[in-house]
């Protein structure tokens, strides 16, 4: 991971800028975006890019190279996806009231409701749009191995997606196809499975649609990542149904190691432990520490106690709880160093 990150983040760079900074690489994110091409080439999916993910519009012209567009979570990102991304946009939310859904209207190729209600309250605000929307349904597969709650959207009791019961019977005239988001960070093997109860559940339903999403949380780029397996997934879902399209969102797998966040050390202070201080928070810049509670690498650093000294970093807000976590360092921290957290 270090050797990577002096790779492509040198030290010679990050000592210069001023802090609290996020850098990206361009060139990381150009060589993600040619394995997720593969995969295009391959199956004939077509690949978007999650915006709640990344939403950086400079980054979009070097994206939009590859990808066939953006998905959004509502009105303000399928505007962002139209004007700066320029292709595809196609907007999921588990709700839109009625102004919402006419800004979501006049910026989306594809419109997806997560509930029958949702569908039946808008459809008519669409058909009146004049313009050529396709509509999608979100369904719950039934299968889901993602092991934090908070990022499970097929945990029992979600909110998000339809179960197989609640189509039964429903008129799906006007329905152009069905969404599900099941994976998070993980593997090919988990589609496998995922997929699987997902035919069983609503395969008698694809051969009246056009397409299926196959939602986010698909971790393409990351060493390991089963790429054949995907692709053979995908290729023989598609022959299984009559060459259906197939759309993949994944976030993180855009940008993957394509971004570090650079802080600096303001002051070192001891409580029972030794404290460091930074110019970020934690709250603030990466709020994921906190609510997963999520880790981030910093380069040169390790678990509290491997190296020879460890310290507490903590933000700069006034909340108690902001802080990143505890690491060991090599030497002790002071004022002016610079720290490198990674996938940020």
Known sequence: MDERLRHDFPQAFTDRVETPCYLISEDVIAANCRILDQVQQRTGAKILLALKAFALPALFPLIAR??????????????LGREDFGREVHTYAPAYTAAQLERVIRFSDHIVFNSIAQWHRHRGAIAASGRRIEVGLR???????????LYNPCLPGSRFGIPAAGLDG????GIDGLHFHALCEQNADVLVRVLASFEQGFGHLLPRLRWVNFGGGHHI????YDLDLLCTTVTDFRRR???????????EAVVLHGGVFVATVLDTISNGIDIAILDCSAETHMPDVLAMPYRPHIAGAGQPGELAHTYRLGGISCLAGDVIGDYSFPARLI??????LADM
Do not use: F, K, M, W
């Open 66 to 79: 590859t990808l066939h567009g953006v998905c959004a979570s509502g009105p303000i990102e399928a505007q």
């Open 139 to 149: 369904i719950n597969p039934g299968h889901s191995e993602v092991e934090i709650d």
């Open 170 to 173: 429903v008129d799906l005239d």
């Open 221 to 224: 780029t990351r060493d390991g």
């Open 241 to 251: 149904h009559d060459r259906i399209a197939v759309y993949l969102e994944p976030g």
């Open 335 to 340: 004022p002016g160093d610079r720290l490198v």
